[in-house]
């Protein structure tokens, strides 16, 4: 069975830093990979996917992902990070034939400080 | 594209008594999906139509737990005899068919069970 791991439950950096959430997952079969975020009291809002196309994606809001699947590895990283990217982020995997649920991480909360 | 919908953003009900939430997923997605999702962790899924018929159900769902979805338009998630336990976010997603479509998430119905 399909799962994911998301290193850290929580990554504090400074505005303007890089931001690098990680993401490992594990699939007898290539999967699909996406990254959502979640604001509080909000449902999860789509910021990028993999779907076997180029390896590197870039999703909404400046953030990017890098599928590598020697590593089994999907990071989202973003150059400078912004107050407003405070956030949690979930990493999700889906295969093809398991009618298109995802199956998501525990999450990384995401503390920008000024 | 309005959006997924969900009724009512927050429930507080009695241990013992029975809740019915709504969930309208975007008019041209015929996949439509349940997770539910307890504070600082990552959503999980319960269950999903495809139009009208109810493909899979998780374990998670146990038998006070059921979903309809009639027309294959709306749907409802009923919780019959609510426990403390079942106090947490219900989130409702829809996609479009085919392999790599991500879901797009309603706000979530928050229930409290006191």
């Known amino acids: 069975a399909q799962s994911v791991t998301q290193l850290g439950s929580h990554v504090s950096v400074s505005e303007g830093a890089l931001v690098l959430l990680r993401c490992n997952y594990s699939s007898s079969v290539p999967p699909y990979l996406f990254w959502y975020v979640q604001y509080p009291n909000q449902g999860l809002q789509l910021l990028l996917k993999y779907t076997s196309a180029a390896t590197l994606v870039k999703g909404i809001n400046g953030f990017e992902a890098e599928f590598k699947k020697s590593e089994t590895s999907f990071h989202l990283t973003k150059p400078s990070a912004h107050m407003s990217d405070a956030a949690e982020y979930f990493c999700a995997v889906s295969l093809n034939n398991q009618g298109g649920k995802l199956i998501f991480g525990q999450g990384t909360e995401l503390s920008v400080k000024p | ?114």
């Open chain 2, 1 to 114: 594209d309005t959006g997924v919908s969900q009724n009512p953003r927050h429930k507080i009900t009695k241990r013992g008594q029975n809740v019915t939430f709504r969930c309208d997923p975007i008019s041209e997605h015929n996949r439509l999906y349940w997770y539910r999702q307890t504070l600082g962790q990552g959503p999980e899924f319960l269950t999903y139509f495809q139009n009208e018929a109810q493909l899979e159900k998780s374990r998670l769902l146990s038998d006070r737990f059921s979903a309809e979805r009639p027309k294959g338009s709306f749907s409802t998630l009923e919780i019959q005899r609510t426990e403390q336990g079942d106090s947490a976010m219900y989130l409702c997603a829809s996609s479009l068919l085919g392999g790599g479509s991500p879901l797009h998430f309603g706000n979530g119905t928050r229930l409290t069970v006191t």
